[in-house]
């Protein structure tokens, strides 16, 4: 399927495949690193389309009944394939039931530990902010456990004064900061 969906014409064919989610999810939960590396790299591929990103958030809600995102943010915390993960999180953390699971399993402290860590890139902690933006802006009661951790590690002021960190991830982090600031987020 990797090979099939590098060719710009088959994207939008996989994309469309009524079974091509649950595949996609059975193989990033039961594969080998190898096959979850290649499924990954399938819905990176796919969700490079903007009528795949549509069809991605437009299947959410299968998404969450097939469980990618548990498998994604298992990923994540082990450490693998993060890069690509981070980016379909970011597609699916637009849909209120991804919010929803995410809040369940966790996602913040998930997403908090891998921008903390010392390797992370860039892009990595632009697609982390992205996501916890997305998703306070869904569920604000979330914004609670980022402001904890603010309070306790002050990591999102620190990243606004590092210069390795892109533009638009200070960008988020700023937003995300403002919002701890603002008093009716502190009563949610």
Do not use: W
Request: with cysteine; net charge neutral.
């Amino acid at each position: 399927m990797l090979n099939l969906a590098i060719c710009v014409d088959n994207k939008r064919v996989i994309g469309e495949h009524p079974s091509s989610i649950h595949l996609i999810v059975n193989s990033l939960k039961t594969g080998t690193i190898k096959t979850r590396r290649n499924t990954t790299t399938i819905l990176f591929t796919l969700s490079d389309r903007e009528f795949n990103r549509n069809l991605i958030i437009g299947n959410s809600g299968i998404a969450v009944s097939e469980g990618v995102v548990e498998v994604i943010l298992k990923l994540i915390r082990e450490g693998e394939l993060v890069e690509k993960t981070s980016v379909i999180l970011v597609l699916l953390s637009c849909h209120e039931k991804v919010v929803d699971e995410m809040s369940e399993l966790d996602v913040v402290s998930c997403l908090l530990n891998s921008i903390k860590k010392s390797k992370c890139s860039a892009s990595l902690r632009y697609n982390c902010f992205s996501i916890l933006h997305n998703i306070y802006s869904k569920d604000p009661t979330l914004l609670e456990e980022i402001r904890d951790d603010e309070t306790k590690d002050t990591m999102l002021s620190k990243m606004l004064k590092e210069d390795i960190v892109a533009l638009m991830a200070k960008r988020t982090a700023k937003a995300i900061l403002n919002m701890l600031d603002q008093p009716e987020a502190s009563s949610s």
